[in-house]
Every structure is written in C-alpha cells, then in structure tokens.
C-alpha cells in the first residue's frame, strides 16, 4: 500500500474514477482498514469508542461479503462510527448498476448544484454550455433518476451540512460521466415549466494536476475586478482546489490587485486540497509571521504559520497587501479552505461573508486497499489560533447571507454584494502599496 500525506475534501469527489479493482478479499480488506485506522487516527483513544469490539462485530460480516457493495458497507458502517469527516472509501469499481463510482467521470455537464431546503438548484452555468438553462432552475430528473427519490436516501439523522454535502455528491455522480457523452436532464424553471434537454459532458478545462493515488484533479483560477457602490477597486481572486499549481497564479493577482481597496477571495465550492499552501497565501496578508492555527496528530502538533511575501513575481521588494480582504465561503468549502477562512478570521486579518462551510476540516490520508479501493481515513485534527475547533462546526461566517434561488433566478449575488458594501466602508489600507 503506499501512503502519502495530503489535506483535502477529496470525499466530496468521491465519484471519480480510479483504476479496476481486483477480487475482492472481503477478510484481508477489512483488517487492513481496521489497523490503519488504529494506528492512525489522531486520538489512541478513538474518542472512548471500543475500537476492538468494532472489530470483533464487524470483521464476521466482512468476511461473509459475496460482492463489493457488500464489503464496502460493512467498512462505511465501521467508518461512521467514529462520527468525524475524512474517513470514506473510493471505490475502485462500481458498487452496481446506476452507480457512479468507478465510472469515467472526466466529462463535465457545466452546471454546479446546490440543496435548497429540499431542492436540488442549479446555482451556476458555465458560459460553454449552449442549452438555455438559468441558475434558480430545479433539477427534476437526471437520465432515469428522479431527484426528489435520490434525495430521500439521505438519512434524516444528518446534519444540514453533511445532508447538502451527500446532495451534491448524488448530483454529481450522475451528471458526470465519459468526456464527449450527453446526459439528459429535466429542469423546473423560473416559472414552473418543465424543460428537458441534453446536455454534452465536456473535459475538464484548468491545470491538470495528480497526487499520489489520486484521480487527476484540473486547478483554475480566476481573477477579475468589482466595483464597490462608491467607485472603489475590488480584486476578486477564486480557485477551485488547494493545490501548488494555484500559488504562482495568485502571486500574479496579487501583483495586479496591489493598489485595489480590497480583495476579495472566493473560496465558494472549493473542497480543500493541500493545507501546507495556506502559510504561503496568506503571508500575502500580513507583514509578520503569525500562527493561523494547529494541526495536531497522535506525534505532536504543527503550527500553520502565515510567512510574509514580501516579494512580487518580479523579485521586486514590495509590502504585504494591507487593505480589508474578505473571503467568500458556502456549503461546499471544505477542508484546506475551511482552514485558511477560520485561520485569518481568528487572527482578525479577513472577515468572511457567505453560508457555513462543510464542517469537515480534519487532514488525512490515503491508503490502497487489498481489493483496490482507496481508504481517506483523518490522522490529525485542527484548531484555529483563537482555539476554535472547525470539524463539525464549519467555518461561521461574520455575516450570513442565506442563498436563496430568487436571488439565483434574478442573477443576483448578495454574499458577493456584501463583501463589496464592506469593502467600501472599510479604512484605506494602512501600508504602502506598491505598483
């Protein structure tokens, strides 16, 4: 088995695709899993949990699995009773028919989705697709799913976060699929007309970047200007995952944001990635070291430290951004991103506008199993420089703007609005800004 040290919300990926597995070895799987677990998990004591008894009840009907889908369920159930994030399986191939998992799923629809109450709303439209499809619109029926039935299999005992969680993954699990296929879907419009179409998957566009095990995940980032109601200069900086291939294309940004009146991080639908990139980016930010919280696993604990950039791209000697920076999080900010929020909120230095976060912000590991499946399993556990544990909490933010599908339905965007209004009313930066 080969492991490597990564901090992501791969969880929510869950759906890609990796390599086929090979006979299952219900047995030897299980035990495998159980002992990285106990040797692993962040706390020797599991949280007071008998992790020999788990073993002792389980292991007999792991070992009387007659399929893949048998033997994963009885590790998921051994999984959830440790009660915390970053502890899933990938599965290698497909539990069974209409199963996402195990599929090709390089091919991207161009919508993004959300749970609202207990709809399923397109929340954003790539401007590639062509069919006529509107952030606000009800998804209704993905192929031959029917939503509102998918929907009913989230377990009603789960927190709001994690039910919006296992909601998107159910979506995306059935919207993506081979690059260059179609999947047809059935919306609910504006105006509560049914609308079918088919949409075409297309391949993911950004950096390819792989880690590990891992599927290939593509990083993008984009940078644009907003004007505050005043006239002042925002510069607006999102990226989709935390991986090193973003930190030269945020240096950039921050060169040409320099002279902004704020910035503006959207952090929204970004589910984590590698947490060491959170001492480089927001050393953009502060001119003096300062911790932004600590790791702490069963060896000791590490301290996450913003290093100052007080160099731009050029080699060029410059200061570190002094104005007001906001950071834009919603129920798909997980992990590393949930990190950096609740970091440069404990320490004063970003106020955060949006909806709470996952609530999933342990790092963890990545383990092959013996029948191919790869084991995410938590060994460490993060609190915030101003002692605010975020795994089951989320990041909260300053100020909560609810997202709402009038608001989609009308192309408006009123956590982004508000950051701008705070922006506006906040003092001119207090150090020098450089071109």
Not at 38 to 66: C, I, Q, S, Y
Not at 96 to 114: H, K, L, M, Q, Y
Not at 304 to 323: D, H, K, M, T
Request: hydrophobic share 40%.
């Amino acid at each position: 088995m080969r492991r490597f040290r990564a901090v992501a919300a791969i969880v929510a990926t869950a759906f890609a695709g990796l390599a086929a597995a090979q006979v299952p070895q219900s047995s030897e799987t299980f035990e495998a899993a159980w002992k990285i677990i106990r040797d692993t998990h962040f706390d020797k004591t599991m949280n007071g949990l008998d992790w020999e008894a788990v073993r002792a009840e389980l292991k007999p009907r792991a070992a009387a699995a007659k399929t893949p889908a048998e033997l994963r369920a009885v590790i998921r159930d051994m999984l959830q009773r440790l009660g915390l994030s970053h502890f899933a399986l990938i599965p290698a191939t497909a539990d069974g028919a209409g199963d996402g998992a195990g599929g090709d799923a390089s091919g991207d629809p161009g919508i993004d989705v959300r749970l609202l109450g207990h709809d399923l709303v397109v929340t954003d439209v790539n401007p590639e697709v062509t069919a006529p499809i509107h952030a606000g619109w009800r998804i209704i029926q993905i192929g031959s799913s029917v939503v509102a039935d998918l929907l009913k299999g989230i377990p009603e005992t789960e927190n709001e976060r994690l039910q919006r969680v296992e909601a998107w993954r159910i979506a995306e699990t059935r919207l993506r699929g081979p690059a260059g296929s179609k999947v047809d879907v059935t919306f609910e419009d504006g105006q509560g007309s049914s609308v079918k179409t088919s949409l075409e998957r297309r391949p993911e566009h950004g950096n390819p970047v792989t880690v590990g095990n891992l599927p290939t995940m593509y990083v993008r980032v984009e940078k644009n200007r907003k004007t505050t109601p005043s006239g002042k200069t925002a510069g607006v900086i999102k990226f989709n995952v935390w991986m090193a291939a973003v930190d030269a294309q945020f240096q950039q940004a921050m060169d040409d944001f320099r002279r902004a009146g704020g910035i503006i991080i959207d952090l929204r639908g970004n589910p984590g990635g590698l947490a060491a990139m959170l001492m480089g980016i927001s050393g953009h930010f502060v001119s003096e070291r300062v911790s932004l919280g600590v790791m702490k696993t069963r060896e000791g604990e590490f301290r996450f430290v913003a290093n100052p950039r007080l160099v731009n791209a050029s080699g060029e000697r410059v200061e570190a951004f002094g104005g007001p920076v906001a950071i834009l999080v919603d129920s798909m900010s997980g992990s590393a991103s949930e990190c950096f929020a609740g970091g440069m909120q404990s320490i004063g230095r970003a106020r955060i506008f949006g909806q709470t976060s996952m609530g999933q912000a342990l790092p963890a590991l990545f383990d092959r199993l013996p029948n191919g499946d790869l084991l995410i399993h938590a060994y460490g556990d993060f609190v915030t420089a101003n002692g605010t544990r975020l795994e089951g909490r989320g990041v909260i933010p300053d100020e909560s703007v609810p997202l709402e599908r009038a608001d989609l339905l009308a192309g408006r965007d009123r956590t982004m609005e508000a950051a701008l209004a705070w922006i506006d009313k906040s003092p001119a930066p207090r150090t020098p800004q450089h071109p």
